[in-house]
């Protein structure tokens, strides 16, 4: 019995090293089945696989050709909204009506393929304001009717349907979703008097915050729970000023003076804002406000709020993208990711694991970006 095993044995290993010699390979048995992957180029689910490191595995072209799904020449108000997921995008898309009408909708759009899945379609008009909560669950747009002017609508991705529809009051300016994507601040106009409304987005409700004397210029970003940050002018000298509304009193703190471009709330209640093309840090009280970069044209914070990475033009007028770890008061470790990607970059999105970043170009007269990158990291 062990001779006839031996000899089983011997054979076995005979027809393997013919095998390999002839190139075939042996599939076992079923009840052993191993599931062999070819190399992928989806990344891991998790930033920490690949945060840190930064360096560019793969780049995409995202075609933005694709946002008008209509085969009209005169399309316009078609944009990027944010990432849905690691891999897809949300979009805001301009198509057409059996009748050949200019129509929009909302739909994601695969990063590397480029394929692209219908969302919602809004009938009539282009919406403004288009935004994705956090969570990415919900998504709110500006529509316009005769009565109010623009008014703000939510629609739930989870439920595939409105969940409401604020068309008592005007709304303006993109609004601003608390971290964990229930709680929406909104520039609003209410019986003739501008001022902020909060939207519980589980329950449906709103709640006028607090009444200002003049138009919001614009909310920035969730500055904690409790307060939002939001840029206004103020004064008779009409000085544009960055403060923090506490959302359950009203009150107002004043962070800095001077108009900014973008604004991110940071852990400690600190905030980064770009103000004339120079990224600077605000301490929570206001305090201390530290130039951290010069040069820039936009900036983009990770998720987790570990990353911060900016683009930056150069003497010569072409742009580099950095990546650096945040420190709480500045950035660390920088590296230049990308050199001379262009001589603009409008805008920056940190995909939800970080191991992605959509990188916009230039823009067009109409506000339209006329290219757009995607760098995957590995």
């Known amino acids: 019995m062990k001779r006839k095993r031996g000899a089983l044995a011997a054979l076995a290993a005979l027809m393997a090293l013919c ?8 599939v076992g048995p079923k009840n052993k089945t191993m599931m062999l992957r070819e190399p992928s180029a989806e990344p ?21 050709d694709k946002l008008n799904q209509s085969g009209l020449e005169d399309a316009s108000g078609m944009m990027v909204v944010d990432w849905l997921d690691n891999d897809n995008l949300l979009v805001l898309a301009a198509v057409a009506d059996e009748d050949g009408q200019l129509e929009s909708e909302l739909g994601s759009m695969s990063c590397q393929y480029g394929f692209y899945n219908p969302v919602l379609r809004i009938e009539g008009q282009m919406p403004d304001c288009v935004s994705l909560s956090p969570d990415k669950k919900t998504v709110s747009y500006q529509m316009q009717n005769e009565e109010v002017g623009k008014y703000t609508l939510l629609y739930s991705l989870e439920k595939q349907r409105q969940v409401l529809s604020c068309d008592s009051f005007r709304t303006y300016s ?12 909104l520039a609003s106009v209410v019986n003739g008097e501008y001022g902020l409304t909060l939207i519980n987005v589980q329950q449906g409700s709103t709640r006028k915050l607090r009444e200002e004397d003049e138009e919001v210029l614009a909310l920035l970003d969730y500055y904690s729970d409790e307060s939002v940050l939001i840029q206004r002018e103020t004064g008779e000298d009409v000085t544009v000023a ?44 206001g305090s201390q406000s530290a130039a ?38 500045h950035i660390i470790n920088k590296k230049v990711i990308y050199k001379n990607i262009g001589d603009t970059v409008s805008r920056m999105l940190f995909s939800p694991n970080s191991l992605r970043l959509y990188v916009e170009g230039p823009l067009n007269a109409s506000g339209r970006p006329t290219s757009a990158t995607v760098l995957e990291f590995s």
């Open 44 to 64: 891991a689910e998790t930033a920490s696989s690949g945060a840190g490191s930064f360096e560019i595995k793969k780049q995409y072209s995202f075609p933005l």
């Open 174 to 185: 993109t609004p601003v979703w608390s971290e964990d994507g229930q709680t929406l601040a």
């Open 19 to 26: 095998l390999a010699l002839s190139g075939c390979t042996v």
């Open 292 to 329: 951290i970069e010069s040069s820039v044209q936009a900036y983009a914070i990770s998720p987790d709020g570990l990353y911060v990475a900016v683009a930056v033009q150069n003497l010569d007028g072409t742009v580099d993208v950095t990546v650096g770890r945040w420190s709480g008061t």
């Open 242 to 285: 960055l403060e923090i509304v506490n959302t359950t009193t009203g009150q107002v703190q004043s962070l800095f003076t001077g108009r900014v471009t973008q604004a991110n709330a940071l852990s400690g209640q600190s905030a980064l804002v770009l103000n004339r093309n120079t990224l600077r840090y605000i301490s929570v009280d």
